[in-house]
């Protein structure tokens, strides 16, 4: 294939936007160059002021396949992404079924996912309950790393852990060098919440943010720092949601523990103070909390304490949101977003002075180092996968059902104004995604940890 030029005058690099061209060579970057050094055998395609950044990559993402493909599955979920300019989803091992727990469920995934995906995509595995004998096998099969719940996970497949758990999976993660995801929240402060409020009225939000409230998190992530500071194991708190923990995870960074945090959408775009009783579009955990949460997790962003934004895209049966019933107990607990996430955030970051450097650095760089694949994804660099996004910044639109692209067009988002809007995703150097269509047929690809390289179609 011939070498081709992809020219903006805001195309973003690690450090710097500007005017360049990115060379590809076949699925590769052959180099990122100046317009005016451009080797005159290159095709040139120019695309103006609308920018271009690395293809994003989710490091949180429940696809739900095999098992409960009718909640979402990879043909959905990844078309989903393309959308959204995400070029690789690192898929979370439950909500499926089986969990993926063991080297034969892997089997399974894979199997579920050949022919299907839009975009490449690699797998977490799971420490749970009742599968310890399984872990060091699963780390040799390439996954990403672990994931882990320190309270009832919403589906009977996927067993949470206590810290007895936790001490015998750490040292099997510390001598893989794998991160161990977690689900940070404790039982007991939630339950004691719960129990004060059976008789209220479940319909309100107020009173579905009472049942969750902040020590849950505060303890678990304590508890995890502890452990973290005692095996030296990495450790990634996923969809951190109350700022009050931002003061502990700043002095546990500080004291050089290798330990990081990530957050999503959601809680940096809502507040619990505009979420109307009955709309359980919104429920998710931890809950989103109140504008002052929402403004100190941005300033954890702004300082550095939360490493990334990861979508924790969790789609579920309509039903299973009970628009009729709005019963916020009962309702499922998870917010879809891989199509929107890059627009929402963007629509959020730029009215606070942020800039595309950082959205690709939350966005892009740190959940593709978390993967461990920041050899291959998330930046424009010589060698890296030929993925990037067109993406227009200052188009400002309407959501609708027709933008969501994922299996169930729900979301809390619809009819909002937003700002930023994808115009086209190119998949090593394919294009996959132009204007809400997808002219390829799927070619994603799984990506395993140890080599960052792919395993199969």
Known sequence: MALRAFTSRRIVLPKTLGDFAVLVDGEKIAGVVPREQIPATASVTDFGELAILPGLVDSHIHINEPGRTEWEGFRTATRAAAAGGYTLLVDMPLNCIPSTSSPEALEAKRAAAHGKCQVDWAAWGAVAADNREQIARLAATGVAGFKCFLIYPGTEEFTMVGETELRGALPILKQAGLPLLVH?????????ATAQLEHADWCRYETYLKSRPDEAELDAIALMIRLCEEFGSRIHIVHLATARALEQLRDAKQRGLPITVETCPHYLHLAAENIQDCATLNKCAPP?????????????????????????????????????????????????????????????????????????????????????????????????????????????????????????????YLDERVRGRVAKTFLRGSLVYENATFPAEPQGREYLRETSTTHRN
């Open 184 to 192: 940070a929240e404790l039982a007991g402060p939630i339950d004691s």
């Open 288 to 412: 989103i909390r109140g504008r002052e949460n929402r403004e100190a997790l941005w300033q954890g962003l702004r300082d550095g304490v939360i490493d990334l934004v990861a979508t924790d895209h969790s789609p579920c049966l309509p039903v299973m949101k009970q628009a009729g019933v709005a019963n916020f107990r009962s309702a499922w607990g998870g917010i879809s977003s891989v199509s929107l996430a890059l627009p929402l955030m963007w629509t959020e970051a730029s009215r606070r002075g942020f800039s595309l450097l950082d959205i690709v650095s939350w966005m892009a760089e740190g959940p593709s180092r978390l993967a461990g694949f920041d050899k291959t994804k998330g930046r424009l660099e010589q060698g890296f996968d030929a993925d990037f996004v067109v993406f227009d910044s200052e188009a400002e639109w309407t959501v609708t059902a027709v933008d969501l692209h994922y299996r169930h067009a729900m979301s809390p």
